[in-house]
């Protein structure tokens, strides 16, 4: 329906059709991030880590620190690591297919992206088993309750300042060939990023590059299991991959919600929204509106009509690891489906990972 619905616990409003999805999305001045990041700083945390990231502002503070990280994040930082994530997923595809029976998440679809993004911020690879709690700490901050669950996000937050902080000051010693090092020279108009501003960034990417790429390798897993003529045709014909990767994006989406605050009273197709209410978008829904997408609720790779799904955002804030987590996608769906004939699920019922705003398996049993 057109307008916008109410949703509870928050009261939000809730834009479901692409339409309103998009004309949210577009306007950051009317429907800010910045805002809304100053509204759900819980005070117990002290300084919040992202609140100096790109995510977290609107223009002009976003402007600049895009125009900056998008030098240091661009295609030559991407080629360089297309031959890791090669090697990675090579490595774990072929120990999965020695083991026979595994998780496909503790084996494979978190693994690879963990490694990639540990790599990019150039930690310690012993750091790396402790990025699943570092990021369920870092989301965990907008709803700890208990004095026990407050005191562990605090504990997240300080061993990743330490860890990040320790990086930063070996690549301002040592630069080498990496994205620390092009972040710390980055400069544009004469203007470079500011400590906090850094720490920031990195403090962003390990929930932002880690967990929506472990859900969208873990969603693209379930679908080759449940629809096995698609694995077929990816391992037929490289150029199927792609197109397959894209409209597990659309149908599976591991980003369901995307967040804003209205500055202003504002109507929104019909509905009034007063300044102050909390907005949202609901991109898996919008991902299936049938103005947009003929017979959405079919699983049509290389759609006719194209596939402008919203999975990645849009406007200002559009993922700045789009182009990363397509690769990895890629990547590693070429190195498994080489290498297995098909995927057996163990079992009948899928474990999602327990998330209002996400969609991806929490475990995948397979044989
Ligand atoms: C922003 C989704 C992978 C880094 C976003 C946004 C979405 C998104 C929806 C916009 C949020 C908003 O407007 O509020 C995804 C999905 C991914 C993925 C579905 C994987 C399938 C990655 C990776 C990285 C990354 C691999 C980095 C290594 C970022 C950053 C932003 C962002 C830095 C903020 C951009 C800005 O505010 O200008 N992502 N992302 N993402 N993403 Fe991703």
């Known amino acids: 329906e057109p307008g916008l619905c109410r949703v509870e616990p928050f009261g939000a409003f809730a834009a479901a ?16 991030s910045e805002a809304l990041s100053a509204a759900a700083e819980p005070p117990w945390i002290g300084p919040n880590p992202v609140a100096q990231s790109l995510l977290t502002k609107d223009p002009p503070a976003h402007t600049g620190l895009r125009a900056l990280l998008t030098r240091a994040f661009g295609a030559p930082m991407i080629s360089r690591l297309e031959v890791r994530v090669r090697e990675t997923s090579e490595r774990l595809a072929d120990a999965a297919v020695r083991q026979g029976e595994v998780d496909l998440v503790d084996a494979f679809t978190h693994v690879v992206p963990r490694d990639i993004i540990g790599e990019m911020l150039g930690l310690d690879p012993s750091l790396f088993p402790n990025f699943k709690r570092w990021s369920q700490g870092m989301a965990a901050i907008t709803s700890a309750v208990t004095p026990a669950q407050q005191e562990e996000c605090r504990s997240v937050v300080r061993e990743m300042k330490l860890a990040l902080t320790e990086v930063l000051e070996t690549r301002r010693r040592h630069p080498a060939e990496d994205m620390v090092s092009e972040l710390l020279q980055a400069e544009v108009d004469g203007r470079k990023l500011s400590d906090d501003e850094l720490l920031s960034f990195l403090f962003l990417l390990l929930p932002a590059g880690v967990d929506t790429t472990t859900q969208l390798l873990g969603n693209a897993m379930l679908t080759l299991a449940r629809r096995p003529e698609q694995l077929e ?25 995307s967040f804003r605050l209205a500055t202003r009273d504002v109507e929104l197709s019909g509905t009034r929204i007063p300044a102050g209410s909390l907005v ?44 990363l987590a397509r690769l990895e996608a890629r990547v590693a769906l070429e190195a498994f489906v080489s290498r297995v004939r098909g995927i057996e699920l163990r079992s009948s019922t899928v474990e999602w990972i327990d998330s209002f705003g996400s969609h991806g398996p929490a475990t995948l049993p397979v044989r």
């Open 17 to 32: 059709r692409y339409e309103e999805s998009s004309a949210l999305l577009k306007d950051p001045r009317t429907f800010s």
């Open 233 to 257: 045709q990816a391992r037929a014909d490289k150029a199927h991959v792609p197109r397959f990767i894209e409209e597990v994006l659309r149908y599976e989406s591991p980003t369901q919600l």
């Open 280 to 323: 949202l978008g609901i991109i898996g829904s919008a991902n299936r509106d049938e103005r947009v997408f003929e017979q959405p609720d079919l699983f049509l790779p290389g759609r006719s009509k194209g596939n402008q799904h919203l999975t990645f955002g849009y406007g200002i804030h559009f993922c700045l690891g789009a182009q």
